[in-house]
């Protein structure tokens, strides 16, 4: 970065920072519970009959980071075994991976689910049939393999969306619609935009359960902490009922920052394994839609780095005001692009600001706030969207968070460490 520009920022002072503890509702089923608990929902559930000998099973399998998403899938492949039929896994991501076969299924690697880790195979396509009309005329598209299966078994978390409000928002009824429609079958629902995402996603969704061969879902909250708080079969018959009351369920777990506002928000890495949108904007406020609100009221927002996990795809970074060098030399525009493209928000796909240091970051992102304390400046520092439990915010929130409950400091202000790079410790 030039000298002209680090001059400009070199009088900007930072504030000293101390850690806060968060408290949620923290209902969960341990990672090691999950094989029995699983097998018992499988093995109770009436709707698991429809499962019977010899057919051919699709799993989906998404892009966003679900906890014990591996798990959870093995033990789904696994009771299909136990029925004698055969299981096959299906990415079901939309455009994700970089709309490519080999894309989608590295995204799936990456989260432990292999052919060799699931025991079965794994046909990725972004190939798709065709398979009826929804009931405004238009034509509904899923993934060839799933469309070809004797049945299929939705694997996914139900939780708020990040660019609208509505009965379904990210969930099975989106994952039959935008994750087995591929990119094609996404665009063709986004094509509407997120003004009519609430209508199209059961509009598609219910095209979907009608036409082809959805036998059940596997669906999976989870609590503030990313944890899976709890797992319920629902019948394909049920799904358009069960899954709003699950999505208000889910509100009730989710995380937030605990302050209202601030002057500065400090996002250590985004990526595709936290949000769909890098970072969660119920969680930033970092809104790509007019269609959605809440989270933090932050004037700007610098964001550090990419995830490994995200492979590249910095949707989400174009809502930051300042990043960084590293995390401009990740960026994967085709895989990006391609995301953006599909569901027509390429905003969030803009490349801000950028800065050699995180150091450098910060004090350009303060020093682009207006009418703020510079002596005393609101700063609020998070890992990423999901980890939330810990928190650090600067010295001025110091008389403010005794007021606010489920706030507890955890530690003394300090200064912001750097390590010789100039990263923030």
């Given at each position: 970065?030039?000298?002209?520009?680090?001059?400009?920022?070199?009088?900007?002072?930072?504030?000293?920072?101390?850690?806060?503890?968060?408290?949620?509702?923290?209902?969960?089923?341990?990672?090691?519970?999950?094989?029995?608990?699983?097998?018992?929902?499988?093995?109770?559930?009436?709707?698991?009959?429809?499962?019977?000998?010899?057919?051919?099973?699709?799993?989906?399998?998404?892009?966003?980071?679900?906890?014990?998403?591996?798990?959870?899938?093995?033990?789904?492949?696994?009771?299909?075994?136990?029925?004698?039929?055969?299981?096959?896994?299906?990415?079901?991501?939309?455009?994700?991976?970089?709309?490519?076969?080999?894309?989608?299924?590295?995204?799936?690697?990456?989260?432990?689910?292999?052919?060799?880790?699931?025991?079965?195979?794994?046909?990725?396509?972004?190939?798709?049939?065709?398979?009826?009309?929804?009931?405004?005329?238009?034509?509904?598209?899923?993934?060839?393999?799933?469309?070809?299966?004797?049945?299929?078994?939705?694997?996914?978390?139900?939780?708020?969306?990040?660019?609208?409000?509505?009965?379904?928002?990210?969930?099975?009824?989106?994952?039959?619609?935008?994750?087995?429609?591929?990119?094609?079958?996404?665009?063709?629902?986004?094509n509407a935009g997120f003004r009519h995402m609430a209508k199209n996603i059961p509009l598609f969704g219910r095209a979907i359960l009608q036409n082809s061969p959805v036998l059940f879902a596997a669906a999976i909250l989870e609590?503030?902490?990313?944890?899976?708080?709890?797992?319920?079969?629902?019948?394909?018959?049920?799904?358009?009922?069960?899954?709003?009351?699950?999505?208000?369920?889910?509100?009730?777990?989710?995380?937030?920052?605990?302050?209202?506002?601030?002057?500065?928000?400090?996002?250590?890495?985004?990526?595709?394994?936290?949000?769909?949108?890098?970072?969660?904007?119920?969680?930033?406020?970092?809104?790509?839609?007019?269609?959605?609100?809440?989270?933090?009221?932050?004037?700007?927002?610098?964001?550090?780095?990419?995830?490994?996990?995200?492979?590249?795809?910095?949707?989400?970074?174009?809502?930051?005001?300042?990043?960084?060098?590293?995390?401009?030399?990740?960026?994967?525009?085709?895989?990006?692009?391609?995301?953006?493209?599909?569901?027509?928000?390429?905003?969030?796909?803009?490349?801000?600001?950028?800065?050699?240091?995180?150091?450098?970051?910060?004090?350009?992102?303060?020093?682009?706030?207006?009418?703020?304390?510079?002596?005393?400046?609101?700063?609020?520092?998070?890992?990423?969207?999901?980890?939330?439990?810990?928190?650090?915010?600067?010295?001025?929130?110091?008389?403010?968070?005794?007021?606010?409950?489920?706030?507890?400091?955890?530690?003394?202000?300090?200064?912001?460490?750097?390590?010789?790079?100039?990263?923030?410790?």
């Open positions: 970065m030039g000298e002209k520009t680090k001059q400009l920022i070199a009088d900007v002072k930072l504030p000293r920072m101390f850690p806060v503890r968060q408290t949620f509702r923290r209902p969960q089923i341990e990672p090691e519970r999950i094989p029995i608990y699983m097998k018992e929902l499988l093995l109770n559930a009436p709707c698991t009959d429809k499962i019977k000998l010899g057919m051919s099973i699709a799993v989906t399998a998404g892009s966003r980071g679900i906890a014990n998403i591996d798990v959870i899938t093995k033990c789904v492949v696994d009771f299909i075994k136990e029925k004698k039929a055969v299981p096959f896994i299906v990415p079901a991501m939309g455009s994700h991976g970089g709309a490519t076969a080999e894309g989608q299924k590295e995204v799936l690697h990456g989260y432990g689910i292999s052919e060799e880790s699931m025991g079965c195979e794994i046909r990725s396509s972004m190939e798709v049939a065709r398979i009826g009309m929804n009931d405004e005329g238009t034509d509904v598209y899923i993934d060839k393999h799933a469309a070809q299966a004797d049945g299929i078994i939705v694997v996914g978390r139900v939780k708020p969306h990040t660019s609208f409000r509505g009965p379904f928002e990210s969930g099975l009824m989106k994952m039959m619609t935008i994750g087995l429609g591929k990119q094609y079958g996404a665009e063709v629902c986004h609590n503030a902490f990313d944890e899976t708080a709890r797992i319920e079969i629902v019948d394909a018959d049920d799904i358009e009922t069960r899954e709003s009351e699950l999505l208000r369920e889910a509100f009730s777990y989710m995380a937030k920052i605990g302050v209202p506002k601030c002057d500065v928000l400090i996002v250590d890495a985004i990526g595709k394994n936290f949000s769909g949108n890098g970072m969660d904007n119920n969680v930033t406020g970092t809104h790509c839609t007019p269609y959605v609100s809440g989270g933090l009221d932050a004037q700007k927002v610098v964001v550090l780095d990419i995830s490994e996990e995200s492979h590249g795809n910095f949707m989400g970074l174009g809502h930051a005001a300042v990043t960084t060098r590293r995390a401009v030399q990740k960026l994967d525009l085709d895989a990006t692009y391609a995301n953006a493209v599909t569901c027509k928000l390429v905003e969030g796909s803009s490349i801000p600001v950028f800065m050699d240091t995180d150091r450098e970051a910060i004090q350009l992102a303060l020093k682009i706030c207006v009418n703020y304390n510079e002596e005393n400046p609101k700063v609020v520092r998070i890992l990423n969207s999901m980890q939330l439990e810990t928190i650090w915010l600067s010295e001025a929130f110091l008389d403010e968070i005794t007021d606010i409950p489920d706030l507890e400091q955890s530690g003394e202000a300090e200064e912001m460490a750097f390590d010789k790079n100039g990263r923030l410790i």
